[in-house]
């Protein structure tokens, strides 16, 4: 089963794939930005169990050693409705990448107007880097 459904995810291209489920994304969360909103931003560590594409080996408290991936993940407060996911390396799970892209596209396609209230992450979001 695992497998074809593996082998049917290939067949779609990734970035129609990935416009089509963000679009689909926003038309869930677009009622709700009109209240004022907090914006939870997390990075989560994950392992990588097979050959993945981008996997690298960095920091991992579970599994040491291991190709990992960390997503920063970008998630309604309360709802915990994700609006939002960007894949990293293992070996940068820091925000830094995350500010520079991820976010500021994130608040793009949002709109102004629909900017949340607040923005919420870890001691290393509003760390300053070099």
């Keep these: 089963m695992r497998t074809r459904c593996v082998?049917?995810?290939a067949k779609i291209d990734e970035a129609a794939g990935l416009a089509w489920l963000q679009t689909h994304l926003d038309y869930c969360a677009s009622p709700l930005l009109s209240e004022p909103w907090i914006l939870d931003i997390d990075s989560t560590i994950q392992a990588a169990?097979?050959?993945?594409?981008g996997a690298m080996v960095g920091?991992?408290?579970?599994?040491p050693g291991r190709p990992s991936h960390c997503y920063?993940?970008?998630?309604?407060?309360?709802?915990r409705l994700v609006l939002g996911v960007d894949v990293q390396p293992g070996d940068e799970p820091t925000p830094k990448p995350l500010v520079r892209f991820g976010l500021w596209s994130l608040l793009h396609r949002l709109g102004r107007s629909r900017?949340?209230?607040l923005l919420r992450g870890d001691v290393r979001l509003g760390r300053r880097t070099g």
Excluded: I
């Excluded at 169990?49 to 594409?53: F, L």
């Excluded at 920063?72 to 709802?79: D, E, G, P, V």
């Design 7 to 9: 082998r049917g995810l």
């Design 59 to 63: 920091y991992n408290p579970h599994k």
């Design 72 to 79: 920063h993940t970008y998630l309604m407060a309360n709802l």
């Design 115 to 117: 900017w949340p209230a």
């Design 49 to 53: 169990v097979w050959p993945a594409g």
